[in-house]
């Protein structure tokens, strides 16, 4: 484990405490009205409009006593103490030392120094050394060393003290592995939010709101799979037809050769726009401003909000991103669906492709072991490689798991990574698998 | 080499300053970095400024870090004026709506208005704030009954989340190209509380958001070396590169490629020049090319020249459009210049808002 210590440094920012002799003349001065305006403010709750007008006051009467020599800098929080919105409010650190939201407000925040724990994400895993480490905090000139908080922008806890995890480049690629990378292209994988832990399976913007949606529908979407049986779907387009086409041949679900798998294709795709189209949200009044329908219509830009480089109408798009994501819905199709069509048995062999396993053609799919299938749902954890001049030829910046932000170059063994896993729980997922 | 490229940029750069009609702050810059680091090491004066940020193609590695620096250090973080100036609007948007829905919906509201707008301006969308129609905008505008042949009467909304909105205002609108500017004046309150909210967006609205929220674009070039300044070349580059990087947006990131057709022997990258290089977004690009080029094309030679750079010849046929120098008085060296797109990382342009941490939020 290694501690690396950031302070986010204010110019002109002096610990009140290294002040001490001035804070103590304005105290003891006598015609200083400091000590009636601080016990009028500590015997008011924070919450009540006299600790504000004494908080005030007591701001106002330290800024006109303020040291013609002293640091001055700007006070982030002028509003609050009533001062006009557009004017320049300079205080110093004897005007902080007293200042009535001092606990709320970032100049005293961002001083206080920033811990960086970093460990190892696995226990049996190896570690750079401290000093090869330190290279992914700072930044050198020639006169002037800075040290930083290099997931500024990426965590939301960004220059908060707290966790980093370091893992080698080997054991990040055993644990995360994504074979189903390379179905897709490099563009697209740079937009990628997130990944389901189980399936290995990459998410995407559009992803994220459809999944969200079929978790807040479920109702809605038992219906439409029990219904699937007692009614015959509208068939989906040509063109949209040609689309799925052509996505199920990227996706290796079908081979050019196999004309007989195409009405089978197009049969399950009109069931699952079918589908799609007869979900409605309760208690609106227009369906047609709300939930599935209203996603469908959201923008769908190739390569970034969906991963393939071309697009289609949205509910053809969310009937493909449906189908990818969740495979026990595909199954939970293959129990409900018409079992007397003409396609069945060669839709059965589609989906099996689909979900990549085996399904066997009986009502016993297994759909009851719930627990074991639940989702787990990972952010794209941002991550610095941090290897020598000979482990760049096997750097790869598109991972699923992980985005790159930086490469440091150290005098380290092999390759390894330092991640943000934005506060996710993803070392006990991975010790419970 | 690199005044190839910073010289017709500072140029650029020069006028675009003359012709601000405001303060020296919102001055352009051309600052070139030779380490991907040194950006840490600029002056934050500096980095709160418009700037073109000029970095060799090996600091592309780190572009993500580069660029989300740049943007959350100084130009998009919470505490900065104009996100202040936002909370006086929520404040008494909250006292409205406590009045009618009761203080905690209304505390509620604030949290999540105010991390909406957050979102919007870490995303580049600052000015969607206030009036909007993507359902994370503080208000929107809607087309009320028609009152006359030469009159239109327009309502203004306060979002109350989830696709509720509370109606403020109403006006008449005269001229009808009114109704689609992003402008909120003439509007009446429905009930006279509402009164100081209308005017409080109306006002916030008018601010010269450009006076605080800075542009920085980043290029990374890689220079053949055999290069010699054909000065109308790289004029015609910085000129289409700052139109596409600039003028529409706030915050951009390229890679220029800029090669020597009539170069002797291969291209070799370094290592980092190629892992750079995967940063690259084929989706948005364009090649500028020299006359001399066209009058003697050899497809197999810029294939090769486009291989040996470790980039993706079929990909760059699909995506690019080639336009040709056409001027006959420069030097006429055969050159060519490909401008793809850099990824850095960010959602800016996305419809996600704040990229993987989503993933954690809910």
Known sequence: MVIIEITDQIEGFIDPTSESDSLRNL??????????????????????????????????????????????????????????????????????????????????????????????????????????????????????????????????????????????????????????????????LQHILGFEFQTRTPIWPIDRRFLMLRN??????????????NRESTSISDLEFEYVKRVSLKMGWIDKSEKNMYQALRHLFSDIVNILKGIRVTGTVNPEE????????????????????ENCNGIMELALRWVILLPQDVERYMVHCNKYHTTHEIKMKLCSRIVGRELSISDEINLVDESKKKSKYFPRFPLIVITNNDGLNAINLHMTAGRVIDIVIANVSETYYLLDTLNSDISKVIDND | MIDFLCSPLEEYVVGLNKNLLVKD????????????????????????????????????????????????????????????????????????????????????????????????????????VVLGSSGLSLSKTTKGKTTGVTSWNDELHLSLGKDKFLPIGERIVENRFQRHSSELSGFIPIKPEFGKLISLLDKFINLDSNSFFKNHHHLYYWLDKSLEDDKEFFELLIENYVRDSSQSRTQSAYVVIVVDFSRKGSINLSP????????????????????????????????????????????????TDPFYLESDT?????????????????????????????????
């Open chain 2, 25 to 128: 702050e919102q001055n352009y810059n051309v600052v070139s970095f030779e380490n991907p680091k040194d950006v840490f090491l600029l002056d934050p004066n500096q980095l709160n400024q418009n700037n073109f940020f000029i970095h060799p193609l090996s600091s592309a590695v780190s572009s993500p870090i580069i660029f989300r620096s740049t943007h959350y250090r100084n130009v998009y973080n919470d505490t900065s004026m104009w996100m202040k100036l936002l909370d006086k609007v929520l404040t008494e948007g909250e006292e409205v709506i406590s009045g009618l829905k009761g203080a905690d919906f209304a505390e509620d509201w604030f949290f999540i208005m105010k991390n909406n707008a957050t979102e919007l301006v870490r995303t580049g969308n600052h000015n969607s």
């Open chain 1, 27 to 188: 105290l003891m001065s006598e015609e200083s009205n400091l000590p009636n305006l601080l016990m009028s403010m500590i015997s008011h709750q924070s919450n009540t409009p006299e600790y504000k007008i004494a908080s005030s006051s007591l701001h106002n009467h330290l800024r006109n006593n303020m040291r013609k020599d002293s640091n001055v800098f700007l006070c982030p929080h002028k509003d609050w103490f009533g001062y006009p919105v557009d004017s320049e409010i300079m205080v110093d650190s004897s005007v902080c030392t007293f200042c009535g939201i001092k606990s709320n407000c970032s100049l005293n925040r961002n001083h206080k120094p920033i811990n960086l724990v970093i460990k190892k994400l696995f226990n049996h895993d190896n570690f750079p050394p401290e000093s090869e480490l330190k290279k992914c905090f700072e930044s050198r000139s020639i006169n002037s060393i800075i040290k930083y908080d290099p997931f500024v922008g990426f965590s939301l806890e960004s220059n908060i003290s707290r966790e980093l995890f370091v893992v080698s480049k080997s054991l990040f690629e055993q644990i995360f592995g994504f074979d189903k990378d390379s179905h897709y292209h490099p563009t697209a």
């Open chain 2, 272 to 319: 980092l020049e190629k892992i750079a290089l995967q940063r690259i977004d084929y989706s948005e690009s364009w090649m500028l090319i020299s006359k001399s080029i066209r009058r003697e094309p050899d497809p197999n030679r810029m294939k090769q020249l486009l291989t040996e750079l470790c980039l993706q010849p079929e990909l760059i046929s699909r995506h």
């Open chain 2, 330 to 362: 420069g030097l006429q060296r055969k050159y060519f210049a490909i401008l793809l797109k850099c990824d850095v990382g960010s959602w800016i342009g996305s419809r996600e808002l704040d990229g993987e941490q989503v993933m954690t939020n809910n």
């Open chain 1, 216 to 229: 807040e529908l479920s109702s809605s979407f038992s219906k439409g799979f029990n219904g699937l049986s």
């Open chain 1, 290 to 309: 709300s939930g599935i329908i209203k996603l469908s219509k959201s923008s769908m830009k190739p390569l970034v909000d969906i991963p393939f480089d």
